[in-house]
């Protein structure tokens, strides 16, 4: 991926600042992206120390202005964007009688409005060139449904749905759009849902009154587990994958 153009969004936290590094420890320049101003410039700190070649581009992924400026930006300072990577995410937990239209709202805003938002400008941009290759984030949660997270689940399947259209659209144009799709993974986002060490250990061995299978690897994935996955999906040795959707769950949807 030497000297390749990647924007990472969510890229300053969790799977986002994985994504980052291991693009950038493969060589690529990567435009981080997330709307946590501070928190942005502190992870493209660390990085950049590391003598990664990461940049930080601050951007609210649901705003249509944001995104072009975004992009454009990173066309003119950086060069030819090939590599998207659509990580950002929101988690609002409810059961859906009691959830708010506000958490459903912010929630498709970010996870389905904002892949689709990204993803027409990349391609706007790709197209012309016949070159260029997109990972979405998902979840697991996407085809398997979980309890308290109907929002989630829905806006990371519309999320899915949405990565596997575009890839077939752009197919002639050889560019490719992949999936990832997650499981329980230690980032902050999962650690919010718990409110001590019995939900932790739940969460990797199973709730019966939460429908969960556990997870049989026994283990929580990392976020690293999650970017070398979308690393792989945008490297040339994926070179004939397209509308994949590739499952890092250690085994919690059992193959499905």
Not at 89 to 109: I, K, M, Y
């Amino acid at each position: 991926m030497d000297g390749k153009v990647a924007v990472v969004t969510g890229a300053a936290s969790g799977i986002g600042t994985a994504v980052a590094r291991a693009l950038g420890e493969r060589g690529a320049v990567v435009a981080a992206v997330d709307q946590d101003v501070a928190r942005l410039h502190e992870t493209v700190a660390k990085l950049t120390a590391d003598k990664l070649d990461v940049v930080a581009c601050p951007a609210d992924v649901t705003s249509v202005h944001e995104v072009e400026e975004v992009v454009d930006a990173v066309e003119r300072g950086l060069g030819p964007l090939e590599f998207l990577v659509n990580a950002a995410g929101v988690l609002r937990l409810g059961e859906v009688r009691n959830l708010t239209d506000q958490a459903w709202a912010e929630t498709f805003a970010v996870n389905a409005n904002g892949v689709f938002l990204m993803s027409r400008a990349a391609v706007n941009r790709m197209v012309p060139r016949a070159k260029g290759a997109i990972v979405t984030v998902a979840s697991n949660a996407a085809g398997t449904a979980r309890t308290a997270m109907a929002a989630y689940a829905a806006s990371k399947a519309a999320a899915t749905a949405f990565t596997k259209c575009l890839g077939l659209e752009v197919a002639q144009y050889g560019i490719r759009c992949n999936l990832v799709a997650p499981g329980s993974t230690d980032t902050p986002m999962l650690s919010s849902m718990w409110r001590d060490d019995a939900d932790r250990d739940a969460t990797i061995g199973g709730r019966l009154d939460a429908h969960r299978v556990g997870i049989p690897l026994g283990k929580l994935a990392r976020p690293a587990d999650v970017a070398d996955a979308v690393a792989f999906l945008l490297s040339d040795q994926a070179g004939h994958i397209t509308m994949h959707n590739l499952t890092v769950d250690g085994g919690a949807t059992l193959g499905v």
